[in-house]
């Protein structure tokens, strides 16, 4: 079992950037393939990004690609999402996820989450 708790987020000029963190506690973090998804206010929650348990293989939506770039440090027990050129379409709660199929995208697969953290990009 795992536990995640995000931070980082806030609001932030379109163009800017943004560092997430997602602080894991557990002794099993580091076999759990991990996720980003996010949720804008009335929207299905979206996959956004995806690392696999050797921060080697990488997933990404298309509208993040080139902007966002997910990580993880297995000894700190860190899950990040470094975003840049943000655009007002990136508002949205972004939650942290694990998961124990290697680079899913649905969201149903993900058994622990975090609380998530706002961002909200201003035009």
């Known amino acids: 079992q795992v536990q995640l708790v995000e931070s980082g987020g806030g609001l932030v000029q379109a163009g800017g950037s943004l560092r997430l963190s997602c602080t894991a506690s557990?002794?099993?973090?580091?076999?759990?393939?991990m996720g980003w998804f996010r949720q804008a206010p009335g929207k299905e929650r979206e996959f956004v990004a995806a690392?696999?348990?050797?921060?080697?293989?990488?997933s990404y939506v298309d509208t993040v690609k080139g902007r966002f770039t997910i990580s993880r440090d297995n000894f700190k027990k860190m899950v990040y999402l470094q975003m840049i050129s943000l655009k007002p379409e990136d508002t949205a709660v972004y939650y942290c996820?694990?998961?124990?199929?290697?680079?899913?995208?649905?969201?149903?697969?993900?058994?622990?989450w975090g609380q998530g953290t706002q961002v909200t990009v201003s035009s």
């Open positions: 690392v696999d348990q050797s921060d080697f293989r990488r």
């Open positions: 557990g002794s099993t973090f580091s076999s759990y393939p």
């Open positions: 996820a694990a998961t124990n199929t290697w680079l899913a995208t649905d969201a149903s697969t993900y058994h622990y």
